[in-house]
């Protein structure tokens, strides 16, 4: 009685299966495995850190100022204090011309004074005193000596300081972004040649920070000149700022 054929198929599908496996390996054939092409180019590359920095002189200055105002009741005191602010707009606005987006209040406040008694323990409020603080923007920095003087003459008795920063930042951090790239290739060159090998491309960079470091000058750090009068007045020295990047760069090898 003959069988169905159907029965055949799985019969001569392991057949094959198992003619394939020992074909495979039966013949003096070795087992064939996939190549990690990821890590083989890994081999091949070499990461190096490349730092930038320039030295750059500041083109603006943030002067900080304030009016400091009391009186016996927080009504007077806030009234004495426009007074006297108003002779410092005046000053900044007509004299210096400086423009009325470059003096921004960065403060303002009213509050009570306390006179504490030693005897009992007790305090009570012996005066208000009302604070405006401003910052006033400058680009003449030659002047910012001769701008002080004139802002406590005009009425600001408190000087909080100076801040000497650049308005060219994004200029300043490409040219120390140039600098960052040369010193990451030179790097990478003296480790590929103590490797027997050589730079030949690059694979991919990261920018992992640019900053620039401003000035400040606090109020006990300017000095007095003497002037050709013979009169004193306030000196300030600019200096420099500092503009720096760092970057990670990897590079091929060959």
Known sequence: MAKPKWLLVPVLALAVGVGAMLGG??????????VDNGAAAQKNTVTVSGNGKIEAAPDVAYVSV???ARAATAKDAQAKNATQFSGLTKLLYETYKIATKDVKTTGFSVQPEYE??????SSKIKDYAAVHAVQVTTRDLNGIGKLLDDLSAAGANRVDGVRFDTEKQEQYELQALDNAM????????????????QV???IAITQNSASSGPIFINKGEMAAADSAAGTPSTSVQ??????SADITVVYEMQ
């Open 200 to 202: 030949t491309d690059v």
């Open 66 to 68: 304030a009016v400091e």
């Open 238 to 243: 600019t200096g420099e700022i500092t503009v």
């Open 25 to 34: 390996a039966g013949q003096g054939g070795k087992p064939v495995y996939a």
């Open 116 to 121: 504490y008694n030693p005897k009992d323990g």
């Open 182 to 197: 040369a010193n990451a290739k030179a790097k990478a060159a003296a480790l590929a040649k103590s490797a027997g090998k």
